[in-house]
């Protein structure tokens, strides 16, 4: 069993994921790097361990429910622990409500939603043993406050938003918390295809007048998986340049 901290960051082969790994192992924890593509996860792991900090790679469709809990529950057990559960990866497939096919409906709510349900529910068991945890579900303002043709998506994040208070209930006195970050727009894959007058007009909703980074992110993130974020549980925090402000 190792002395570090084991944190599992979903859908680290990019944008927000990447950040939220490379920060946690720069914090000093070790890192299993998860989503389906072996090779920026590879890359990812190699860029951690040349700067000095701990990382491994592991593949899994988190729309794969039974693959979910295995790859989990094989942290847990290959590592001997497990601290941190971040579950950051997530799709978009939007559209009218109008127009949405149950199929756009299924995916996302699946993905974003009962995954992190399935994750959660193999990482209590080994945080329950450890006697601490630290659970981070990345959301959205889109499930705060809602964004026209993310029906299915504001429904999976703000969905998690209810889910993660009750674990937070269930869980807390065991010494495991649960928190969201809810990101704003924020600079990544999945925002760089809209339009420049789209990008223009957000600019314009938010605060501080530019689009977020990951690293904003992976900073919330940094905090609510620490050992002294121990008094905070049930919460979500917004990060978004004051857009939504609630
Ligand atoms: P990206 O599209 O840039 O990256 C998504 C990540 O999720 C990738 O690493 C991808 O890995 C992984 N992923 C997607 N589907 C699966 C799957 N079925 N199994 C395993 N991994 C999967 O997204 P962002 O970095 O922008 O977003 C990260 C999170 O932040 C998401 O939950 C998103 O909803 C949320 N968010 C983002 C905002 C933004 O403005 N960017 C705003 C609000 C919330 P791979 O394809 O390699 O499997």
Not at 48 to 68: H, R
Not at 69 to 76: D, F, H, L, T
Not at 144 to 159: E, I, P
Request: aromatic fraction near 4%.
């Amino acid at each position: 069993m190792t002395d570090q901290r084991v944190a599992i960051v979903t859908g680290a082969s990019r944008g927000i994921g990447r950040a939220i790994a490379t920060r946690l192992a720069a914090d000093g924890r070790h890192v299993v790097c998860v989503s389906r593509s072996q090779g920026p996860l590879d890359e990812l792991v190699s860029q951690i361990q040349a700067t000095g900090g701990s990382a491994s790679a592991q593949t899994c469709d988190i729309a794969d429910f039974t693959a979910v809990a295995e790859m989990v529950e094989g942290v847990a057990k290959e590592f001997g622990r497990l601290d941190i559960l971040v579950n950051n990866a997530g799709i978009t497939k939007d559209n009218l409500i109008l127009r949405m096919s149950d199929e756009e409906w299924d995916d996302v709510i699946n993905t974003n939603l009962k995954s992190v349900f399935v994750a959660c529910r193999a990482a209590a068991r080994p945080m329950m043993r450890g006697k601490f945890g630290r659970i981070c579900n990345i959301a959205s303002t889109s499930g705060l406050v809602g964004n026209s043709g993310q029906a299915n998506y504001a429904a999976a994040k703000s969905g998690l938003t209810g889910f993660t208070k009750t674990i937070a209930r269930e869980l807390g006195k065991k010494n495991i918390t649960a928190n969201c970050v809810a990101p704003g727009f924020i600079e990544t894959d999945m925002t760089k295809d809209l339009p420049a007058a789209v990008t223009e007009h957000i600019k314009g909703m938010i605060s501080t007048r530019e689009l977020g980074k990951p690293e904003d992110i992976a900073t919330a993130v940094a905090y609510v998986t620490s050992d002294e974020s121990r008094f905070m549980t049930g919460q979500t925090i917004a990060i978004d340049g004051g857009m939504t402000m609630c």
